[in-house]
C-alpha cells in the first residue's frame, strides 16, 4: 500500500522533519513537525472516546478558532498524553506555545497530537528543548517526509504513507498522507493519527466536511481489536500553493474530484494500518449487499469484522463460515436466515440452491477452501437478499502475535 | 466453583442420563437426556442472535406451548445444528418426536439443545439410535448427572455444575444446575447453555420471570470474546416434587429466596464458564459504582469486559491502568474525566488526589501490582463519583491459547 516518496509527491507549501527526543527509550523517532508555509486551512476530526487525551482538547479547541489560518502540527510518539491530569494540559499548551514562538505565530495556529501509552506524564521538557533542533530540519523533500513518518509510529513495524493527485482547473494539485496506528484500532469514530498535507486551494469548512465525509469510508470502517483510542485524530491541511483555483461549492466536479483524491489516500492509509495490525498476518475485506440499508449493512460489515472467532478463522485459514454468519446474526440488523448468502475466500458457501428453496450450507471443496484462504488478502462477501443497502469494512486476523505484544506493552 | 455431585444434592422428580452416541469423533459423550418423572413447569431464555440453530426455534415454539407439563431435554454436543436449512429442523423435529415415543407423551413436551460445530448436517440417525438406548440409564444419582453434564460439552476443559438450596414453608428444595461453554460467550442475552432443576413448586410464569431476572445478572453479564452463539439457552425445570408449598406471587418471601437460590446456581455457573473461557488463566470481576445509572453502569462494566487490550493486560499482569480508562470513556456511557477513579487488583492507579483537584495518575509500587495481577482472581474497579448507579461484570483474559483454539476449531 505504502507509495514510493519522490520529490513529485510533496504538496507545495510545507515542509516536514522527525527526530529522537527522548520520550521513547530507543533510539527511535519520536517527535515529528508540519509546518505550513504560510497560514492555511486545517481540518480536523478526533476521538469519541469521552477519555480524551490532552492534545486531542486542545487541538479541538484550536481547529475552532483558527481553521483558516494554522500554521503546524507538533507530534510525538511514545506517549499519549492522556488521563494526565492539569499537567497533561499545561504539557500540550506548553508545546504549541514554543512551536509558535518559533514560527512567530500564535499558539491556537498550532496543532498538538500524541501516541504512546496511557497515564504517565509527559516529559515535556524533552520536546520544547528538541524543537528549536528540529526546526533547521524542516525542509520539503522525501527524506524530511520519511523521517516525520517514521516519528509517529508506536507498535507499528512499517512507515505508512499515501498519495494521490486530481486535477482542479487545468492544475495538478497533490495529496500526501501519512498514518501511524497498529493496535487499539476500533472503527465508527476517526481512528488513529493520520496527516494529510495537500496544496490544493480549500477553505476550512469545505476541507471539514470532505475530511468527514471521507472518514466515514475508510478510516471508520477499520478494526483491529476493536478499542478505540483515546488519542484518534485526523487531520487535513490544504496549502493552496499549487496554484489550482479555490474549490468553492461542495458539490462541483472540483469537489468530487478532490474527494475522491482523499478517499485514495485515506482509504490507503487505512488499509495499511489493517495489514500491519498487531500480530495481523492477514488483510480481510468484508462486504456486505442486500441489505434494508446502508446503515445494516454497515453494522453486518463491522460486526464481522470485530468478531474474534471470524478473525481466528482467518488466521487458521479454517472456512469456517457458520462464524460469519453467527456475527451477522447478532448485529442487530434485519436479516432472512432464509435468504442470506455467505461467501468466504471467493467461494460461496451457504445460499439458496439452484433449484429454489431455503438457504442451506453449500458443498465447497475444503482443500481449495483453506488454499484460498492462505492469500494476504481474504474477502467476505455477504449478501442478505433484502435490499440495496451495502457496506465495506476492513480488519486484519486475530494471531497469538496481537497476545504477546499487548500482554507486556510498558514493560 | 464446581459443587461435589452427592445424592443429596439432587432436586427430586427428575432422573439424568448422558453417553456418547457418534456426533463427536472421539468417544467423548456428545448426547445427554434430563426426564421429569411427571410433567413439570419450565422456563426458558434463549439467544437473541437472529441467526437461530433449528434446536432454539423448536424450543421456543415448545415453551411458548407446553410450559406448564414439560417432561424432558434432549441435548447433543459436537453440532449446532444452525444454519443447516430446512433439514436442521426436520432433524431437531425428529429428535423430539423418539423421545415423546419412549417416554408417552406428545413432541411438545419435549424440549431440544444443540452445540457444537455451525452449518455442518446433523447426523440425527445417531441421536434417535440411541435414544432407546440412553433411555434405561436415566437415574437420579449423581453418577448419572455427571454423565448428563459431561455429554453437553465442546471446548469445555470441565464439567460446570452448581447448586443451592432454600426453604420453602418449612420443605428444603433443592436446585441443581450444569452449563456448558468456553467460547462464542458474550452478555446480553442468554449465553451458552445451562440447565437448572429444582423440585420446588413454581408455577411456569413465575419460574419464567425468576430465570429471566437472574439471568441478567448472571449469564448475560459474562464474556469470554464478544461473539454470541446462535444456540445459547438457560433452561428451568421445576418439578415440586420437594413436597414445599408452591410458589404463588413474585413478591413473598418465598419468591425472593427462590431467586437468590437460583441467582447462587447460576452465578456459579457463569463462573464456572469464564474462568474456563477458551485459553483463560484469570478469572476478572468488575465492579462500576458511582455512575449515573445502573444502565450506565453496565455499558462501562461490559465495554471493560470485553475490551481485548484490557484482557491482554491481565494476561501479562501488567497493571495497565489506562486501558481500563479508555475503555470506560468509550463505552457511550456519561462519564466525567476529572473525577473518575480506577482500582486495578485492588490498587488504587487514577482518581483524586488527598488535596483534591482533578483526577490523576496516582504513584503505586509497580512490583506489588504485577504480583497481585498474578492472582488467579483479579479485581477491576472504577468509581465514576456521579450517581448511585452500579454494576458487575465478569470475564477472562485474552492469551494465546485462545488463538490456538479457534485458527483450527474444525479441523
Given at each position: 500500500?505504502?507509495?514510493?516518496?519522490?520529490?513529485?509527491?510533496?504538496?507545495?507549501?510545507?515542509?516536514?522533519?522527525?527526530?529522537?527526543?527522548?520520550?521513547?527509550?530507543?533510539?527511535?523517532?519520536?517527535?515529528?513537525?508540519?509546518?505550513?508555509?504560510?497560514?492555511?486551512?486545517?481540518?480536523?476530526?478526533?476521538?469519541?472516546?469521552?477519555?480524551?487525551?490532552?492534545?486531542?482538547?486542545?487541538?479541538?479547541?484550536?481547529?475552532?478558532?483558527?481553521?483558516?489560518?494554522?500554521?503546524?502540527?507538533?507530534?510525538?510518539?511514545?506517549?499519549?498524553?492522556?488521563?494526565?491530569?492539569?499537567?497533561?494540559?499545561?504539557?500540550?499548551?506548553?508545546?504549541?506555545?514554543?512551536?509558535?514562538?518559533?514560527?512567530?505565530?500564535?499558539?491556537?495556529?498550532?496543532?498538538?497530537?500524541?501516541?504512546?501509552?496511557?497515564?504517565?506524564?509527559?516529559?515535556?521538557?524533552?520536546?520544547?528543548?528538541?524543537?528549536?533542533?528540529?526546526?533547521?530540519?524542516?525542509?520539503?523533500?522525501?527524506?524530511?517526509?520519511?523521517?516525520?513518518?517514521?516519528?509517529?509510529?508506536?507498535?507499528?513495524?512499517?512507515?505508512?504513507?499515501?498519495?494521490?493527485?486530481?486535477?482542479?482547473?487545468?492544475?495538478?494539485?497533490?495529496?500526501?498522507?501519512?498514518?501511524?496506528?497498529?493496535?487499539?484500532?476500533?472503527?465508527?469514530?476517526?481512528?488513529?493519527?493520520?496527516?494529510?498535507?495537500?496544496?490544493?486551494?480549500?477553505?476550512?469548512?469545505?476541507?471539514?466536511?470532505?475530511?468527514?465525509?471521507?472518514?466515514?469510508?475508510?478510516?471508520?470502517?477499520?478494526?483491529?481489536?476493536?478499542?478505540?483510542?483515546?488519542?484518534?485524530?485526523?487531520?487535513?491541511?490544504?496549502?493552496?500553493?499549487?496554484?489550482?483555483?479555490?474549490?468553492?461549492?461542495?458539490?462541483?466536479?472540483?469537489?468530487?474530484?478532490?474527494?475522491?483524491?482523499?478517499?485514495?489516500?485515506?482509504?490507503?492509509?487505512?488499509?495499511?494500518?489493517?495489514?500491519?495490525?498487531?500480530?495481523?498476518?492477514?488483510?480481510?475485506?468484508?462486504?456486505?449487499?442486500?441489505a434494508a440499508s446502508d446503515s445494516d449493512a454497515n453494522?453486518?460489515?463491522?460486526?464481522?469484522?470485530?468478531?474474534?472467532?471470524?478473525?481466528?478463522?482467518?488466521?487458521?485459514?479454517?472456512?469456517?463460515?457458520?462464524?460469519?454468519?453467527?456475527?451477522?446474526?447478532?448485529?442487530?440488523?434485519?436479516?432472512?436466515?432464509?435468504?442470506?448468502?455467505?461467501?468466504?475466500?471467493?467461494?460461496?458457501?451457504?445460499?439458496?440452491?439452484?433449484?429454489?428453496?431455503?438457504?442451506?450450507?453449500?458443498?465447497?471443496?475444503?482443500?481449495?477452501?483453506?488454499?484460498?484462504?492462505?492469500?494476504?488478502?481474504?474477502?467476505?462477501?455477504?449478501?442478505?437478499?433484502?435490499?440495496r443497502g451495502q457496506a465495506?469494512?476492513?480488519?486484519?486476523?486475530?494471531?497469538?502475535?496481537?497476545?504477546?505484544?499487548?500482554?507486556?506493552?510498558?514493560?
Open positions: 500500500v505504502s507509495v514510493k516518496l519522490t520529490a513529485r509527491v510533496l504538496p507545495r507549501g510545507f515542509r516536514y522533519a522527525g527526530m529522537h527526543c527522548g520520550i521513547k527509550k530507543s533510539a527511535r523517532f519520536d517527535l515529528g513537525w508540519i509546518v505550513a508555509d504560510a497560514p492555511c486551512a486545517a481540518a480536523g476530526v478526533f476521538t469519541t472516546n469521552r477519555i480524551k487525551a490532552a492534545p486531542v482538547v486542545l487541538s479541538q479547541a484550536h481547529v475552532r478558532r483558527a481553521a483558516s489560518r494554522m500554521r503546524a502540527v507538533v507530534v510525538n510518539s511514545g506517549n499519549a498524553n492522556c488521563a494526565t491530569g492539569p499537567d497533561g494540559m499545561q504539557a500540550s499548551r506548553s508545546t504549541a506555545a514554543a512551536a509558535a514562538r518559533l514560527l512567530g505565530c500564535q499558539p491556537e495556529q498550532i496543532l498538538i497530537c500524541s501516541t504512546g501509552v496511557i497515564g504517565v506524564p509527559l516529559p515535556v521538557d524533552r520536546i520544547v528543548g528538541a524543537l528549536p533542533r528540529l526546526l533547521p530540519q524542516l525542509a520539503r523533500d522525501p527524506s524530511s517526509y520519511e523521517s516525520l513518518a517514521k516519528s509517529i509510529l508506536t507498535t507499528d513495524t512499517q512507515v505508512k504513507c499515501a498519495a494521490a493527485n486530481c486535477r482542479i482547473g487545468g492544475h495538478t494539485v497533490r495529496l500526501l498522507g501519512c498514518a501511524k496506528g497498529s493496535g487499539m484500532i476500533h472503527p465508527q469514530m476517526a481512528t488513529m493519527l493520520a496527516f494529510v498535507t495537500t496544496d490544493a486551494a480549500v477553505p476550512a469548512g469545505i476541507l471539514q466536511r470532505a475530511l468527514r465525509e471521507v472518514t466515514a469510508r475508510t478510516f471508520n470502517v477499520i478494526t483491529v481489536d476493536g478499542d478505540t483510542s483515546t488519542n484518534d485524530t485526523v487531520l487535513a491541511f490544504a496549502s493552496g500553493a499549487s496554484g489550482a483555483p479555490t474549490v468553492r461549492g461542495a458539490s462541483g466536479s472540483a469537489y468530487r474530484g478532490f474527494v475522491a483524491a482523499l478517499e485514495t489516500v485515506c482509504r490507503d492509509l487505512a488499509l495499511a494500518i489493517v495489514e500491519d495490525g498487531e500480530g495481523a498476518s492477514h488483510l480481510v475485506e468484508i462486504q456486505v449487499r442486500g453494522r453486518i460489515a463491522t460486526t464481522i469484522a470485530h468478531s474474534p472467532l471470524v478473525k481466528t478463522a482467518v488466521a487458521g485459514a479454517d472456512p469456517n463460515w457458520g462464524r460469519i454468519l453467527a456475527a451477522a446474526g447478532r448485529s442487530g440488523a434485519k436479516l432472512d436466515p432464509d435468504r442470506v448468502e455467505v461467501w468466504f475466500g471467493g467461494v460461496r458457501m451457504y445460499g439458496r440452491p439452484r433449484g429454489g428453496g431455503a438457504s442451506r450450507p453449500l458443498p465447497f471443496d475444503e482443500v481449495d477452501a483453506h488454499q484460498r484462504l492462505l492469500a494476504k488478502r481474504v474477502g467476505i462477501a455477504v449478501d442478505l437478499q433484502k435490499g465495506r469494512a476492513w480488519t486484519c486476523d486475530f494471531t497469538a502475535r496481537y497476545i504477546e505484544i499487548n500482554a507486556s506493552y510498558r514493560t
